[in-house]
């Protein structure tokens, strides 16, 4: 059996749809989907401003070893996300300062890692917005042991398919398979038209729960 698997490249996401995602909030999507957003734990290591859309390039690696993943920075073309699932690891770090210089170099928008990074400084003076679980000084090495490439993963406990539509902001990470997107964006920019509309409304003296029904429900039922 093969160490190493590679699967062929997606097809492009629409570039109408990416810039569609940019104009929404992770969190609109919230309220009313809830299947694809990767576990909390995976923070970002410096501020995120505005939404990153990109489709994704997936990375399996074994605990101490990421000969893959610089295999697969030969791959990533301008606007691609890369997505690494380290099968369980949380103690090697697989992305440091020169790992995020050359993803960064190659076109990468951003990384999603399911454990730790190394050399965090380095990384936000390359620019590059890392999702990861935390800081290891202990690294991974070249050690040959085999991976996965542009075939199915999971990270922060989501499925990942490659080509899959990835959203990240301050909030979180979202993933969504690209047959989804479309109505996913429709309804999230009904929503944010709608965001904040109540604001005016809270200044000039009306009650949160009035407006949102919520006091309403309480009356009810304290009625009963």
């Known amino acids: 059996m093969k160490k190493y698997r590679i699967g062929p490249r997606s097809a492009p996401l629409d570039a109408s749809l990416l810039a569609g995602?940019?104009?929404?909030e992770i969190a609109t999507i919230g309220h009313?989907?809830?299947r694809g957003f990767v576990d909390r734990a995976l923070r970002p290591?410096?501020?995120?401003?505005?939404?990153?859309?990109?489709?994704?390039?997936?990375?399996?690696?074994?605990?101490?070893?990421?000969?893959?993943?610089?295999h697969a920075l030969s791959v990533v073309q301008p606007g691609d996300v890369v997505?690494?699932?380290?099968?369980?690891?949380?103690?090697?770090?697989?992305?440091?300062?020169?790992?995020?210089?050359?993803?960064?170099?190659?076109?990468?928008?951003?990384?999603?890692?399911?454990g730790p990074c190394t050399d965090p400084d380095e990384i936000i003076e390359v620019g590059l917005p890392v999702f990861c679980t935390g800081v290891s000084a202990i690294t991974t090495r070249l050690n040959d042991l085999g991976g996965a490439?542009?075939?199915?993963?999971?990270?922060?406990?989501?499925?990942?398919?490659?080509?899959?539509?990835?959203?990240m902001d301050a909030c979180g990470v979202l993933i969504l398979p690209p047959d989804e997107a479309a109505e996913v964006l429709v309804e999230a920019t009904a929503r944010q038209a709608r965001a904040g509309r109540n604001r005016g409304k809270i200044e000039a003296g009306e009650k949160l729960g009035d407006l949102s029904g919520a006091s309403r429900l309480v009356a009810?039922?304290?009625?009963r």
């Open 21 to 24: 995602f940019r104009e929404v």
């Open 32 to 34: 009313f989907r809830h």
């Open 45 to 70: 290591i410096a501020p995120i401003t505005g939404l990153l859309a990109g489709p994704a390039v997936t990375v399996a690696i074994p605990g101490t070893d990421s000969t893959l993943l610089h």
């Open 83 to 114: 997505v690494i699932d380290r099968l369980g690891d949380r103690r090697h770090a697989c992305l440091g300062g020169g790992v995020a210089f050359a993803a960064k170099a190659a076109g990468a928008i951003a990384v999603v890692l399911d």
């Open 149 to 167: 490439l542009n075939l199915p993963i999971s990270c922060g406990n989501v499925p990942v398919m490659p080509g899959d539509l990835v959203l």
């Open 220 to 223: 009810a039922e304290l009625e």
